[in-house]
Nanobody, 123 residues
Framework: QVQLVESGGGSVQAGDSLRLSCACSGRTDSTYGMGWFRQAPGKEREFVAAITWSGGNTYYANSAKDRFAISRDNAKKTVYLQMNSLKPEDTAVYSC????????????????WGQGTQVTVSS
């Protein structure tokens, strides 16, 4: 089992920045691709960004390109999502997820999920 705990969410103004963290614990001997997803009220969960185990490859949803950056520190077992130039439409619960092996933009492909952290962006 792998446990994921997100932190760093909050309420900010449009144009501000936030850095989310996802701390991993438990059985972390496998190589995991990591993803960030978000779910706004009344909407389905959607892909935001993903990063391979080595950190050498990153992937972003169109809505996140040029504003968000995903990174990881395997020594600290932590994945980050730096979010800049936040917009009201970025308001959602952000969750991190772990996938054995590679990465995917599909929620169904991920094996473990955190509880999420709320991000609220006001105009």
């Amino acid at each position: 089992q792998v446990q994921l705990v997100e932190s760093g969410g909050g309420s900010v103004q449009a144009g501000d920045s936030l850095r989310l963290s996802c701390a991993c614990s438990g059985r972390t001997d496998s190589t995991y691709g990591m993803g960030w997803f978000r779910q706004a009220p009344g909407k389905e969960r959607e892909f935001v960004a993903a990063i391979t185990w080595s950190g050498g490859n990153t992937y972003y949803a169109n809505s996140a390109k040029d504003r968000f950056a995903i990174s990881r520190d395997n020594a600290k077992k932590t994945v980050y999502l730096q979010m800049n130039s936040l917009k009201p439409e970025d308001t959602a619960v952000y969750s991190c997820a772990a996938k054995v092996g590679g990465v995917s933009w599909l929620t169904a492909h991920y094996d473990y999920w955190g509880q999420g952290t709320q991000v609220t962006v006001s105009s």
